[in-house]
């Protein structure tokens, strides 16, 4: 009996078709943007979780390359703090537990994407200009949040090693921290102005209101 599923292919080649998967479900994610009604902002952050998951998953051959940051900011600016933080969640959540490992980590991804989440919310004002995105502003605040965000999860090895172990691996991990802030930039650069105008169409209301009607009274 013949096995043709049965094909071994170099790590070149799955990145290949792993970026060709990435592009059907993006494409196919445009295709269901358009079916949405106006301001339908959680429609819309389940098509933007889909992404997430979806594009950590595919790019996980490439270190530390991933677009969850630069959706939560963006998530963050245009529909505010709550949102997505919850998208955040999600992302980290369903992401390792399909496939990419889960532990004490994923909170500390959790809230370290919530928080770039919060930061766009709170950078609103400098990010999108009459429901437009500024594409400077936001590759820079993409860029430090990439190395702030790898700082803060790597805290979750003092779960299992001694304080004195952080400040090497914080040094052996900046070849990563680049990846992750190149990435960014390159995402930005790839899609922050067709997302932005997604976005715009199903935003109701400014992140600032956003953020206060998320804070305790």
Known sequence: MYDFHNVALS?????????????????????????LRDQSQWGMLVLLA?????????????????PVTVLVLMAGAYFGAPR????????ALASNVMLLGHGPWTLFQAVGWGAIGLVGALMSSRIVVDG???????????????????????LSILL??????????????????????????????????????MLSRH?????????????PN
């Open 160 to 197: 299992e090693a001694g304080s004195s172990m952080l400040v090497p691996y914080l040094l052996n991990g900046l070849v990563f921290d680049l990846y992750h802030v190149a990435g960014n930039v390159l995402f930005v650069a790839w899609m922050a102005s067709p997302l932005g105008e």
């Open 50 to 66: 889909v992404f997430g998951v979806s594009g950590r998953i595919l790019l996980d051959p490439i270190p530390n390359v991933q």
């Open 132 to 154: 437009r995105v500024r594409i400077g502003p936001l590759a820079v605040i993409a860029a430090a949040s990439g190395l702030a965000f790898n700082w803060f999860v790597s």
């Open 11 to 35: 790590p070149i080649q799955s990145l290949f078709l792993n970026i060709a998967t990435l592009s059907i479900i993006v494409l196919s994610l445009i295709r269901s943007e358009r079916s």
């Open 84 to 91: 997505a933080i919850a998208l955040a969640a999600t992302i």
């Open 203 to 215: 935003r109701s209301s400014p992140a600032y209101e956003a953020v206060r009607d998320g804070a």
